[in-house]
């Protein structure tokens, strides 16, 4: 598994998340409150919302859940947190680097519990730019399999500009440079309907495969981080193998 494939992370680690599900919608609705917030709350002229909105309806979050959080984060919703976006970097177990992506109404609550799971599970937590530099900013669109065929994925994704198509039996991953991640985007949604997944993302330059110990603190720390309510995303470089995973987390 590796640490750059978010759609592999998310099947893999499926069973765990269904046990925090109502964890994960409290992430879902943070950041569609904030996407309506940042703009209209009107999804169709508000991409950041409905990029949010899709992907609760993605982790099955209920309709009422979603109407509440758009309506918090319009005037008089209700919603007077002011929440920043912010962003860790540091080291995990193995060498691993970690970019942590959070939305937070209160900084150092944030910094001072994602520097304590760092440090409980062998990590460092690191300034601003001390992993980033590691990895490419992209845009990273994803549609189930049964959305489209390749072909057609590809071909719509290229002639708007995209940088990658990866297609297999789980779906279809495409890849733009952030500059175009809107306009792939729109002519993806025009053409098969809204993504799965659609959000600016980090990639990895290289990967780094951790020894066995190594990754069972990872994962540990994974958890613990993803457990946390203000943070939002965590990406890493590492590269586990998939008999690996299947044993560390069976």
Same mark, same amino acid.
């Given at each position: 598994?590796?640490?750059?494939?978010?759609?592999?992370?998310? &099947?893999?680690?499926?069973?765990?998340?269904? $046990?925090?599900?109502?964890?994960?919608? +409290?992430?879902?609705?943070?950041?569609?409150?904030?996407?309506?917030?940042?703009?209209?709350?009107?999804?169709?002229?508000? #991409?950041?919302?409905?990029?949010?909105?899709?992907?609760?309806?993605?982790?099955?979050?209920?309709?009422? !859940?979603?109407? !509440?959080?758009?309506?918090?984060?319009? #005037?008089?919703?209700?919603?007077?947190?002011?929440?920043?976006?912010?962003?860790?970097?540091?080291?995990?177990?193995?060498?691993? $680097?970690?970019?942590?992506?959070?939305?937070?109404?209160? !900084?150092?609550?944030?910094?001072?519990?994602?520097? *304590?799971?760092?440090?409980?599970?062998?990590?460092?937590?690191? @300034?601003? +730019? *001390?992993?980033?530099?590691?990895?490419?900013?992209?845009?990273?669109?994803?549609? #189930?399999?049964?959305?489209?065929?390749?072909? $057609?994925?590809?071909?719509?994704?290229?002639?708007?500009?995209?940088?990658?198509?990866? *297609?297999? @039996?789980?779906?279809?991953?495409?890849?733009?440079?952030?500059? +175009?991640?809107?306009?792939?985007?729109?002519?993806?949604? $025009?053409?098969?309907?809204?993504? @799965?997944?659609?959000?600016?993302?980090?990639?990895?330059?290289?990967?780094?495969?951790?020894?066995?110990?190594?990754?069972?603190?990872?994962?540990?720390?994974?958890?613990?981080?993803?457990?946390?309510?203000?943070?939002?995303?965590?990406?890493?470089?590492?590269?586990?193998?998939?008999?690996? &995973?299947?044993?560390?987390?069976?």
């Amino acid at each position: 598994m590796a640490g750059h494939s978010q759609f592999k992370n998310i &099947m893999h680690r499926k069973g765990a998340q269904d $046990a925090k599900r109502s964890k994960i919608f +409290n992430k879902l609705a943070r950041e569609i409150t904030v996407a309506a917030k940042s703009g209209l709350p009107d999804p169709a002229a508000n #991409p950041r919302l409905r990029a949010a909105i899709l992907a609760g309806r993605a982790q099955n979050m209920p309709r009422d !859940r979603i109407d !509440r959080a758009i309506k918090q984060g319009t #005037p008089g919703g209700g919603d007077d947190a002011n929440y920043e976006e912010v962003r860790y970097e540091g080291y995990g177990p193995g060498g691993v $680097a970690l970019i942590v992506e959070a939305l937070t109404d209160n !900084r150092n609550r944030t910094a001072a519990e994602v520097r *304590s799971s760092f440090t409980k599970y062998g990590g460092s937590l690191g @300034e601003t +730019n *001390s992993v980033s530099f590691m990895f490419s900013r992209i845009g990273a669109i994803f549609y #189930p399999a049964a959305a489209a065929d390749a072909d $057609a994925v590809f071909e719509v994704a290229l002639e708007a500009g995209a940088d990658n198509v990866e *297609s297999d @039996e789980n779906g279809h991953e495409v890849t733009t440079t952030v500059e +175009n991640f809107g306009i792939v985007r729109d002519a993806l949604e $025009a053409k098969f309907g809204g993504a @799965e997944s659609a959000r600016l993302t980090w990639r990895p330059l290289n990967t780094v495969a951790p020894s066995e110990d190594a990754a069972a603190s990872l994962l540990k720390l994974l958890d613990v981080l993803e457990d946390n309510d203000d943070v939002q995303v965590v990406e890493g470089n590492f590269d586990i193998s998939d008999e690996l &995973m299947q044993k560390l987390t069976a």
